[in-house]
């Protein structure tokens, strides 16, 4: 009787697949830099980018996000029909295909790959704190941190007769910049404008940061040095909805009959009389400010 052939060696477990680009061939100290849509698993590290940005221009006391405030409302539409984030995550190894995060806009945006040579190797002093929501699912051994981010939301051009992006802020990280990251964000902002028929991208910028301006230049962005940025905030904005609360209320008060005994009491006719006073000194106060 024949011998029973020996059990076939084990399968080795199959290698997930990675986002290497085709063609590209890591040398020196590749750098693995993924563009992909922000998820509400990224607010954190979104809060501590734009506190940094505010820093970097000067502008921390204009500066009140919160996470909360960013959690309820950067996600409320889907992604490219109002405020959209683009994520830009690095890592000193391959990215891989699979993961929840990954997949839950896929279909809307594929998350981009490129490999950046250095000559050196980047020092992060903040890795940990800038640690991706997604490395896990996407990086083996987590090791994908944030390095910087775009915000944008379609605006529209009655000129073109068109819609467009508009920009809002584009950061990154001090250790990550001149290494062509700012262009990759910017440049996948217009690819998706490209791609959707929009007319235009467009942002501001602070008129002393010259490196940023050349570096817009250097894109193809014109400087619009005859537009000037108009901007309704704070107390100026509140006044607006203030009159439009006290004439709502006047206009009530006036439905239920004010001056009729029958219709409304002593204390809702002397409430009355002060919405009036305010509502006039208010309609006053608007009507000098315009002569």
């Not at 084990?10 to 992909?36: D, E, K, M, N």
């Not at 000559?119 to 944030?146: K, N």
Request: glycine share 8%; with cysteine; aromatic share 10%.
């Amino acid at each position: 009787m024949a011998a029973a052939a020996p059990p076939p060696p084990p399968t080795p477990a199959p290698t997930p697949p990675s986002t290497v680009p085709a063609g590209s061939t890591p040398i020196g100290h590749p750098l693995f830099a993924r563009i992909r849509l922000a998820h509400p698993s990224d607010v954190p590290h979104i809060h501590k980018l734009i506190h940094q940005m505010a820093v970097f221009e000067r502008l921390t006391h204009l500066f009140s996000a919160t996470e909360a405030s960013l959690s309820s409302t950067l996600f409320t539409s889907p992604p490219f029909q109002s405020f959209t984030v683009f994520i830009l995550e690095v890592s000193s190894k391959p990215f891989l295909v699979d993961g929840p995060i990954l997949h839950s806009h896929h279909h809307l945006y594929p998350p981009q790959v490129q490999v950046v040579n250095l000559d050196l190797p980047i020092d992060d002093p903040e890795a940990d704190a800038f640690r991706s929501a997604g490395g896990g699912d996407g990086v083996g051994g987590g090791e994908a941190v944030l390095a910087g981010f775009v915000l944008f939301f379609p605006n529209y051009s009655t000129f073109l007769g068109k819609p467009g992006f508009y920009v809002e802020d584009l950061f990154v990280r001090e250790c990550y910049r001149r290494k062509g990251f700012g262009r990759m964000l910017l440049s996948a902002v217009a690819r998706q404008a490209v791609k959707m028929g929009y007319g235009r991208v467009e942002w501001v910028v602070l008129d002393w940061n010259v490196n940023a301006i050349r570096f817009y230049e250097e894109m193809g962005a014109k400087i619009l040095q005859e537009w000037r940025i108009c901007r309704l905030t704070g107390e100026a904005l509140q006044a607006y909805g203030k009159v439009y609360l006290l004439n709502k209320a006047l206009k009530r008060l006036k439905t239920i009959g004010i001056g009729t005994n029958n219709s409304c009491d002593k204390k809702e006719q002397e409430f009355a009389l002060k919405i009036e006073a305010k509502s006039s000194y208010l309609g006053f106060c608007k009507s000098s400010a315009m002569n």
